[in-house]
T-cell receptor, first 114, second 113 residues
Framework: EDKVVQSPLSLVVHEGDTVTLNCSYE??????LLWYKQEKKAPTFLFML????IEKKSGRLSSILDKKELFSILNITATQTGDSAVYLC??????????????FGTGTRLQVTL | KAGVTQTPRYLIKTRGQQVTLSCSPI?????VSWYQQTPGQGLQFLFE???????NKGNFPGRFSGRQFSNSRSEMNVSTLELGDSALYLC????????????FGQGTRLTVV
């Protein structure tokens, strides 16, 4: 059974800090990994990573995947209170490679304080 | 472009009752997936429908069922509700292609009393 583990479970930082969120996975046939941000209800898509070592970047957020060591990290620099959310990591269906079936980690709850 | 729409947003039901939740996917998406989110278990996959057929199923009891219509709209049904069924139920739609993400609705918050 596919398994995704995120750490830490929760994190409190001050505005302006840099944070690193971790996601490790064990899957039968890895295809791709996705990061989502969940503020209230609907998770919103951040990044999809399919190849090892390639960094995806969007503003202050970036993510990298290590297929050899089976983990991904999500970095947020110069954090703002609007970054407070639960960050979810998921792997796609190993058979179809599509996002029709996602296996999620339990998430990291990030709180950014003033 | 309209997003994924779930109705209702909130529901309160009594143990033993049944409930039906609805999900309208993004136009053109034929894959609709359902997830249960609870504080203890996180987001867990319930099932996925594609072209009116259940293609994948998670580890949930038979009380949880679903269907998909020809316009790709999907419903999920939970019968004989238990207190433990209280959760946020999220629906997601996606293209049936690799390297594309899933888009989530706002969810239905179900409370069983």
């Amino acid at each position: 059974e596919d398994k995704v583990v995120q750490s830490p479970l929760s994190l409190v930082v001050h505005e302006g800090d840099t944070v690193t969120l971790n996601c490790s996975y064990e899957v039968t046939n890895f295809r791709s990994l996705l990061w989502y941000k969940q503020e209230k209800k609907a998770p919103t898509f951040l990044f999809m990573l399919t190849s090892s070592g390639i960094e995806k970047k969007s503003g202050r957020l970036s993510s990298i995947l290590d297929k050899k060591e089976l983990f991904s990290i999500l970095n947020i620099t110069a954090t703002q209170t609007g970054d407070s959310a639960v960050y979810l990591c998921a792997v796609v269906d190993p058979y179809t490679g599509t996002a029709s079936k996602l296996t999620f980690g339990t998430g990291t709850r990030l709180q950014v304080t003033l | 472009k309209a997003g994924v729409t779930q109705t209702p947003r909130y529901l309160i039901k009594t143990r033993g009752q049944q409930v039906t939740l609805s999900c309208s996917p993004i136009s053109g998406h034929r894959s609709v997936s359902w997830y249960q989110q609870t504080p203890g278990q996180g987001l867990q996959f319930l099932f996925e429908y594609f072209s009116e057929t259940q293609r994948n199923k998670g580890n949930f009891p038979g009380r949880f069922s679903g269907r998909q219509f020809s316009n790709s709209r999907s419903e999920m049904n939970v019968s004989t509700l238990e207190l433990g069924d209280s959760a946020l139920y999220l629906c997601a739609s996606s293209w049936n292609r690799e390297n594309t993400e899933a888009f989530f609705g706002q969810g239905t918050r179900l409370t069983v009393v």
